[in-house]
């Protein structure tokens, strides 16, 4: 019986090289479109529609408090505004959400080493409003912050990565370190919001990470020490927070946030009608829930509050069976980013918890802050992208909590497709 011998090259001889085939413009998007979650880009872009007919109600009030004798501004100034800001915010969503995992990670710690170093110049070089400085002008103004929050969230995850390499690094310190300088940074603006944001998502991830317990526990007794602090050390902090216990005057913001959210009881006072948003300060930015309230009613309001929750539960879902430490850590890094923001917002327009001057992710006017939110959904995106076909063992955030001892009795190894 006769068998084909193997093909065994000689010495000296070099196979000839497989030319690859470059993948078209369309077969990259219809990949893209195959692996993106659709389920959360389309909850996304519809509370972005929703945002810009809120900020569409809202102008009009802002327009007003910021005309003056020689410049009126015209009463869907903000809104049209808005407009080209969310187109911008889009266009870097789906790029974002285009890039590999790694890709987004190489750019995500180049961005943070560029904004940490705008952020240096902040207290030199930024520009004051309110008297706060936290914007600085490279030609074009922007809140080094806000991009900051993302692509440190991506980073730091990373940097905990690290452990699954070599166990004797210490990532925990490493990223405690870079925690420290930017909170140092951001309290010389001062940006006291902006730094329980980085806080919150930090501790998430040393949490997921595997921080041990008592560390935990002291790192909780710093931040209590530090918060304290602050209420001592920043004027307008003490004032926020004395007003938020002491519960304000007719004049505090909060308190006409509370106001204008009431007045227009459960079904609104109708698209354009409301009346108490007029002499609301940052209707179309920082309380753009009230507006929301009092236009559309509390019905809506609870139903924005809804979509919040379902955002974060369908990336929470979808870091269940995630293998990488990195996307898991990354995922969850960003998603107490988003959902931090969001409900920090909705609680300081309920009269909940002291003004932060903390936008409303993906409804409220912004420049800086609406293209930061977007970058963060986009690598939300590209981060949670699968490949349909794929079929492996299901582990992630479910061995975090317990899931896969239950779901894996009777069945070893469990296996699960997981086409979305």
């Given at each position: 019986?006769?068998?084909?011998?193997?093909?065994?090259?000689?010495?000296?001889?070099?196979?000839?090289p497989v030319p690859s085939q470059k993948l078209s413009r369309w077969l990259k998007l219809k990949i893209w479109w195959r692996e993106v979650?659709?389920?959360?880009?389309?909850?996304?872009?519809?509370?972005?529609?929703?945002?810009?007919?809120?900020?569409?109600?809202?102008?009009?009030?802002?327009?007003?408090?910021?005309?003056?004798?020689?410049?009126?501004?015209?009463?869907?100034?903000?809104?049209?505004?808005?407009?080209?800001?969310?187109?911008?915010?889009?266009?870097?969503?789906?790029?974002?959400?285009?890039?590999?995992?790694?890709?987004a990670r190489r750019i995500s710690v180049g961005l943070t080493v560029f904004m940490l170093f705008a952020l240096f110049l902040v207290p030199?070089?930024?520009?004051?409003?309110?008297?706060?400085?936290?914007?600085?002008?490279?030609?074009?103004?922007?809140?080094?912050?806000?991009?900051?929050?993302?692509?440190?969230?991506?980073?730091?995850?990373?940097?905990?990565?690290?452990?699954?390499?070599?166990?004797?690094?210490?990532?925990?310190?490493?990223?405690?370190?870079?925690?420290?300088?930017?909170?140092?940074?951001?309290?010389?603006?001062?940006?006291?919001?902006?730094?329980?944001?980085?806080?919150?998502?930090?501790?998430?991830?040393?949490?997921?990470?595997?921080?041990?317990?008592?560390?935990?526990?002291?790192?909780?007794?710093?931040?209590?020490?530090?918060?304290?602090?602050?209420?001592?050390?920043?004027?307008?902090?003490?004032?926020?927070?004395?007003?938020?216990?002491?519960?304000?005057?007719?004049?505090?913001?909060?308190?006409?946030?509370?106001?204008?959210?009431?007045?227009?009881?459960?079904?609104?006072?109708?698209?354009?009608?409301?009346?108490?948003?007029?002499?609301?300060?940052?209707?179309?930015?920082?309380?753009?829930?009230?507006?929301?309230?009092?236009?559309?009613?509390?019905?809506?309001?609870?139903?924005?509050?809804?979509?919040?929750?379902?955002?974060?539960?369908?990336?929470?879902?979808?870091?269940?069976?995630?293998?990488?430490?990195?996307?898991?850590?990354?995922?969850?890094?960003?998603?107490?980013?988003?959902?931090?923001?969001?409900?920090?917002?909705?609680?300081?327009?309920?009269?909940?918890?002291?003004?932060?001057?903390?936008?409303?992710?993906?409804?409220?006017?912004?420049?800086?802050?609406?293209?930061?939110?977007?970058?963060?959904?986009?690598?939300?995106?590209?981060?949670?992208?699968?490949?349909?076909?794929?079929?492996?063992?299901?582990?992630?955030?479910?061995?975090?909590?317990?899931?896969?001892?239950?779901?894996?009795?009777?069945?070893?190894?469990?296996?699960?497709?997981?086409?979305?």
């Open positions: 019986m006769s068998m084909t011998r193997p093909y065994v090259p000689r010495s000296g001889y070099r196979a000839t979650d659709r389920v959360l880009l389309l909850m996304v872009l519809a509370l972005m529609v929703f945002g810009a007919v809120a900020v569409s109600a809202a102008s009009p009030a802002s327009a007003k408090r910021l005309s003056t004798a020689g410049d009126q501004l015209s009463p869907l100034y903000f809104f049209t505004r808005n407009l080209a800001w969310q187109a911008v915010g889009i266009a870097v969503m789906i790029g974002t959400s285009m890039l590999s995992r790694q890709n030199i070089l930024g520009h004051e409003v309110n008297g706060a400085r936290r914007w600085i002008d490279f030609g074009i103004r922007f809140q080094p912050s806000e991009f900051l929050k993302p692509v440190c969230a991506v980073t730091m995850a990373w940097i905990l990565s690290w452990r699954l390499r070599d166990p004797s690094i210490p990532v925990i310190s490493l990223t405690g370190i870079l925690f420290g300088v930017i909170a140092l940074l951001l309290m010389m603006q001062p940006n006291l919001g902006d730094t329980i944001l980085f806080a919150g998502f930090w501790f998430v991830l040393i949490l997921i990470a595997g921080a041990p317990v008592k560390r935990l526990g002291i790192l909780l007794g710093c931040g209590a020490a530090l918060l304290t602090a602050t209420y001592f050390l920043y004027d307008n902090a003490r004032h926020r927070i004395d007003s938020f216990f002491g519960g304000g005057t007719a004049f505090d913001q909060v308190d006409l946030a509370q106001r204008t959210i009431l007045a227009g009881g459960w079904f609104g006072s109708g698209y354009g009608l409301g009346i108490r948003k007029m002499t609301l300060p940052e209707a179309h930015t920082d309380y753009i829930f009230s507006v929301i309230g009092e236009e559309f009613g509390l019905i809506v309001c609870v139903i924005v509050v809804l979509a919040y929750l379902a955002i974060v539960a369908r990336v929470l879902m979808k870091l269940i069976d995630e293998e990488d430490l990195f996307a898991l850590l990354a995922g969850s890094g960003l998603t107490a980013l988003f959902g931090g923001q969001a409900f920090i917002n909705i609680l300081v327009n309920l009269q909940l918890f002291p003004s932060k001057g903390m936008t409303l992710p993906l409804i409220s006017y912004g420049g800086s802050s609406t293209i930061a939110v977007c970058l963060t959904i986009g690598l939300l995106l590209a981060i949670t992208k699968r490949n349909p076909f794929l079929t492996r063992e299901t582990r992630g955030l479910a061995d975090l909590i317990g899931w896969n001892e239950q779901r894996a009795k009777g069945e070893a190894p469990f296996k699960r497709d997981i086409t979305p």
